[in-house]
């Protein structure tokens, strides 16, 4: 079982670390906000990979009987919990900050049509 859990946390920390890397790395195939949205969408898609392989080391950490390994394994589920709890904070920031209003614009002069009569 140990072996197993070597190869998990060294799944896991390829996964963890590529998400990055191919986030910075992503070529953008399209112009503007689609370029990000590619990015954003790579980087969890990585993450999710991650996120299941943490929850294997988890439940694999239980069959080994090395107590630095219990340890180590437990080191996943940490990394993506406060990455979880980063995004999740960043998420309510984001969500609870105010824009500035726009200008009103500049009030124009009541102009009044003097009837032209002829005299």
Known sequence: MRKILGILLLAWAVAFVGSFIVFWLAPAKWPGLQAGID?????????????????????????????????????????VSVLMSALAVLFFWASVQRTAPDAAPPSKPATVTVPVTDS
């Not at 954003?40 to 090395?66: D, E, M």
């Not at 107590?67 to 437990?74: Q, S």
């Open 39 to 79: 990015r954003i969408t790579i980087f969890f898609g990585w993450q999710a990979v991650a996120t299941v392989l943490a929850f294997a080391c988890l439940t694999v950490r239980w069959s080994t009987s090395h107590t630095w390994m219990r340890r180590l394994a437990a080191v996943p589920a940490i990394a």
